[in-house]
């Protein structure tokens, strides 16, 4: 094992460690699933912060782009050895040529049992090590020596988990700002709400700015997501109108709680209309983005009306931000929500802020649409089923059924389309016709 830092202090540098770096960065950022910049060079690295975690092992934060706001910002945690064993081939970033790593290769340690469980110890034991700050919740009892396993999925973040018992949560764009996947499952662990798992661990980065990089919490080992669950009907030609009408109850029972957790407050009449012109500045920034939306713009900008006319829905709070059938899971005969991140692609702050709790539902029935069109033929009475009962669901638990707002409802679903249409041009461009499906459709309705 290599020692890096502790072996030479000072020689790895920020500057020092880019010149080693940069060249394999260019190369290997682009193919990560979660790197926000595909489609454009990447320029203007900077290595922003670097801790060594442990002999060997970095943790770097490096911005992609030009500095200031908004910064293009990724959290890395590096291995560096003079010879990687085969088992790890996998993980190799490349071996720099020059600067302070010349010659050795460098990997991705979060690929190295070894390293991911240096990190468990490290978030069992609370403390600092240079810019980053290790916390845990005392009352939960984290065993040591779990063993990690990566898991292997869609994601837009890196996961580990430990010995089935906790899942950790690398956060990879980094954000300045409390991260809502740790703030939201705090909060609502506080009012008793037992949908959401609550963090256990959590770290955090004190430079360039306070930042949140990592969340623990307990692992579900017997859950299914919903995703999967959805296209297990659609593939056995089942309904799946008990389990929508399940979900629906439990996104209202973690909206009340994130009311009770967070507040709420009628909306500000004044915003609709800002609302309806924020949606219009989304979808024309992403036709600006995408030439396949142009014909549909001027029609999907009706939808929007609705808003600016009849206002953003009965109450504003804080709300999910990104749900669908992907962050829902069900264990133990119960449906439970997680990642509370909102959107990956929009700012904190946006992200933080109170908004109308039909956000989320409108995400959710997109994705028994995307669900129905990952698994043809299309089967419109499966979807509308679910819809059906997702509202119904959803009505039972908090007294206002969804359906009553129709307008509203296709106006939030078209912006959530239209998000998902630049989400899928810029990081699985095989799925674009999903939604762009859905845009026609809902541009015919208009
Ligand atoms: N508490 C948990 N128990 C079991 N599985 C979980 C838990 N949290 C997350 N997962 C699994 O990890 C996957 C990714 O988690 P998620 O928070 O959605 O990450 P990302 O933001 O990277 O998509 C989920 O789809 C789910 O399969
Ligand atoms: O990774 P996240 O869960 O934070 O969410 C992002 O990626 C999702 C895809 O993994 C994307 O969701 C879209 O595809 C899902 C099926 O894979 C589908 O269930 C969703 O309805 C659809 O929006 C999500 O939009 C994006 O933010």
Not at 137 to 157: F, H, I, K, M
Not at 159 to 169: Q, T
Not at 210 to 237: H, I, K, M, Y
Request: net charge neutral; aromatic share 8%.
């Amino acid at each position: 094992m290599l020692k890096t830092a502790s072996q030479s202090p000072g020689s790895l540098s920020p500057p020092r460690l880019l010149t080693s770096l940069a060249g394999l960065l260019r190369d290997w950022l682009p193919r990560q699933r979660w790197f926000a910049g595909k489609g454009r060079p990447v320029t203007d690295l900077a290595v922003l912060s670097v801790t060594e975690l442990h002999p060997g092992c970095l943790h770097l934060l490096i911005r992609s782009g030009p500095a200031g706001p908004p910064e293009d910002c990724y959290q890395l945690i590096l291995g560096v050895r003079e010879h990687l064993p085969p088992r790890l081939h996998h993980a190799v970033v490349g071996r720099p040529d020059a600067g302070p790593l010349a010659g050795l290769t460098v990997y991705d340690a979060l690929l190295d049992p070894w390293s991911a469980g240096l990190l468990l110890e490290r978030l069992r034991t609370p403390g600092e090590m240079g810019p980053l700050r290790f916390e845990r919740d005392a009352r939960t009892v984290v065993p040591e020596g779990l063993p990690p396993r990566l898991l292997d999925g869609e994601q837009s973040n890196t996961s580990l988990v430990y010995g089935d018992a906790f899942i950790l949560k690398l956060f990879r764009r980094v954000q300045y700002g409390i991260n809502p996947d740790l703030e939201v499952p705090w909060a609502l662990a506080r009012v008793d709400c037992p949908r959401v798992p609550a963090p256990v661990a959590w770290f955090w980065t004190t430079e360039p700015h306070n930042a949140t990089l990592g969340v623990l919490q307990p692992f579900l080992p017997e859950a299914t997501d919903g995703w999967t669950l959805a296209l297990q009907s659609l593939g056995r030609g089942e309904n799946f109108t008990d389990e929508s009408y399940e979900l629906g109850r439990a996104t209202a029972e973690v909206h009340l709680a994130l009311a009770q957790a967070f507040g709420s407050g009628p909306p500000d009449p004044y915003d609709c209309g800002r609302l309806a012109a924020a949606m219009t500045g989304r979808l024309e920034t992403a036709a600006h983005q995408m030439p396949e939306l142009v014909p549909y713009v001027s029609r999907l900008k009706a939808a929007y009306a609705a808003v600016a006319a009849r206002g953003q829905g009965r109450q504003a709070q804080r709300i999910h931000g990104d749900l669908h059938l992907g962050q829902v899971l069900r264990a133990r005969e119960r449906w439970f929500i997680i990642d509370f991140e909102g959107e990956p692609a929009r700012p904190l702050d946006e992200r933080r802020r109170v908004q109308a709790p039909i956000r989320d539902i409108a995400g959710m029935l997109r994705s028994f649409d995307y669900a129905a069109h990952s698994r043809p033929p299309w089967r419109s009475e499966w979807v509308r089923r679910c819809r059906e009962a997702y509202c119904a669901g959803y009505a039972a638990e908090s007294t206002w059924d969804p359906h009553a707002e129709p307008e509203l409802l296709r106006a939030y679903e078209t912006d959530r389309a239209v998000y998902e249409a630049l989400y899928e041009a810029r990081h699985r461009p095989d799925w674009l016709a999903v939604p762009m499906a859905a845009i026609a459709r809902l541009a015919e309705e208009s």
